[in-house]
């Protein structure tokens, strides 16, 4: 099909276009590409795990808790019930959390990865940015820690991106 107006016309209408686009709201609206779609959907996921990870804090730590309560969690049971909230099915125990997803960097972390700790590992957490974990174990119960210095640190045995 020919255009009536010629190509020189479409692409002075195409630019004014634009123009009046960043005039009126100071941006340009462009389609969404299918990584960027992606992305924000990769980051939706994660804000729901953390969220519901944060929202069991100072729930009690108890050994071997059934993931059928939200009463008490042990570490892996608080990741399973967390990412269980963005519909991903976690394994139960931390050894098997630690074999899905894919291996990250300590220094790539982002929200919501999971971090695991001793040798062999027995202890999950998740990653909630800025240095931080959420995870429980003991008293308080579910909790945030630091985890590049002290027991945390030295402890540090690798990481899993299950986004």
């Not at 519901?52 to 993931?67: C, D, L, N, V």
């Not at 971090?115 to 940015?129: C, D, E």
Request: charge should be positive; proline fraction near 3%; charged fraction near 15%.
């Amino acid at each position: 099909m020919t255009n009536i107006f010629g190509a020189s016309f479409t692409k002075k209408l195409a630019g004014a276009a634009i123009a009046l686009s960043i005039a009126f709201t100071g941006s340009v609206a462009l389609p969404a590409t299918n990584a960027s779609a992606a992305e924000a959907s990769i980051s939706s996921k994660a804000s729901t795990i953390v969220s519901a990870a944060r929202g069991q804090m100072g729930k009690p730590y108890k050994f071997g808790a059934s993931t059928s309560t939200t009463r008490y969690f042990d570490c892996s049971s608080l990741m399973k019930y967390a990412y269980k909230k963005a519909g991903i099915n976690l394994p139960r125990t931390s050894k098997a959390q630690s074999k899905v997803g894919k291996y990250v960097s300590k220094g790539n972390l982002k929200a919501g990865d999971l971090v695991f700790f001793y040798s062999p590992i027995s202890h999950v957490g998740m990653y909630i940015g800025g240095g931080k974990i959420v995870h429980t174990y003991g008293k308080p119960g579910v909790t945030i820690d630091t985890i590049n210095s002290g027991w945390w640190s030295k402890n540090y045995t690798t990481a899993r991106r299950v986004l």
